[in-house]
């Protein structure tokens, strides 16, 4: 595929809701602790989020890497914006900004 298609998917995935979360597994059974974690806060905020398995599409785990400048995942994305990964999102977490956040972007269920 090229890398157009890899980007076009990417935009895709960004725009399919507020908060997006690209993770090594899926929210009901996540690949790695990290990931875990992530979809740990975000439910405890009551978020609403669109979750991509990275497994699923190795071409898009690569090209994400670049896309964001970021090397690792999950990567946790608001309104196309990357937040950071998992150390970001449990600090937010924990001051309260992560919720903040999701209830301003509306985010929230």
């Known amino acids: 595929m090229s890398e ?16 997006v979360l690209f993770m090594k597994g899926t929210p009901d059974f996540p690949q790695c602790g990290f990931s875990a974690q ?6 405890a905020c009551k978020a609403n989020f669109h979750a991509v398995n990275i497994f699923e599409d190795p071409e ?3 090209a994400l890497k670049a896309h964001s400048n ?9 309104k196309g914006e990357l937040l950071g990964g998992c150390d970001i999102a449990l600090q937010m977490y924990h001051s309260g900004e992560l ?3 999701l209830e301003e972007a509306g985010a929230v269920v």
């Open 70 to 78: 970021w090397p690792t995942y999950p990567q946790l994305y608001l």
């Open 99 to 101: 919720k903040q956040t």
């Open 38 to 43: 992530a979809v740990a806060a975000l439910n």
């Open 4 to 19: 157009s298609n890899v980007t076009e998917r990417i935009q895709a995935h960004l725009t399919a809701a507020p908060v």
């Open 60 to 62: 898009l785990r690569e």
